[in-house]
């Protein structure tokens, strides 16, 4: 079980804290909320992963992943579900937690949401100021939505 | 890329020449014919596999298949697409080539088929006498198919 807290993120100030920044391309063999199967290249490594369906409260959620070669990942990628998300991945060290901030590019360009894994549903952490809204849970910020229904397509 | 074809069984005389038999447990995570994800075990080893598109003539087919670790399996058949497939596989050599023979139980009971692996679409193999027809390419007969349609519920 991965237990996770998803929030936007409102300003760059993270890219000065960020302590690495990997280039990640991914896309779906299935994108059902249930069964959700990804093929993802992050800088020179890939890797297959999969997640059950959420807790009522969108925080804790199955998952399963395994490495894979790269070129086997981009195999599996021409077989996937259009379209790949295509985004920076910037890890951020802030207190004892490390915020994993994704900044999109493509058609979910201008969104920026950082991701914090936890141990226990109620574990504390220390908020960053470019931390903004909390959307936890909220399936229109799933990765698996987001390649269906990008972030250029909304209406405020 | 995966070169096979299948055919129905008439008899069960297959039983005698097998010189391996397991149980598999199949399901699937994405049924879909273009992007196929199947965890399977299969005596005390577990897979995921995905598979393509097939061919126009169904014959080929591009498969990726990792081993996983039998309790990851488990685990993953929990999140699968009702139902599961299960079936005793036998590997029965004639000739050059050996048949692999799926004698199914549950919902789909009293279907045998029997699939050869070829190096290429016109490679000539020896037919034993309990092959009966051709079923290649023919979709009610794809696993991933069989777990929607069982075979309880064809009409003749």
Redesign the interface.
């Known amino acids: 079980m991965e237990i996770e807290r998803k929030f936007l993120v409102v300003s760059e100030a993270f890219k000065n804290q960020a302590e690495k920044k990997e280039k990640i391309v991914q896309a779906y063999?299935?994108s059902?909320p249930?069964?959700t199967?990804r093929v993802r290249t992050k800088g020179e490594k890939a890797y297959?992963t999969?997640k059950?369906?959420s807790s009522e409260n969108g925080l804790s959620r199955?998952e399963?992943e395994?490495e894979?070669a790269i070129q086997?990942a981009e195999?599996?990628l021409?077989?996937?579900?259009p379209e790949p998300i295509e985004k920076l991945r910037y890890e951020v060290k802030i207190g004892q937690h490390t915020f994993e901030v994704d900044e999109f590019s493509g058609s979910n360009k201008g969104l920026i949401v950082a991701e914090v894994e936890l141990n226990s549903e109620d574990e504390k952490f220390e908020k960053p100021e470019w931390l903004g809204k909390e959307v936890t849970g909220n399936k229109r910020y799933y990765n698996s939505l987001l390649s269906k229904n990008p972030y250029k397509n909304w209406e405020e």
Chains 1, 2 share one sequence.
């Open positions: 063999l299935n059902h249930e069964r199967v297959i999969i059950g369906k199955f399963w395994k894979i086997d195999n599996l021409k077989l996937a579900e």
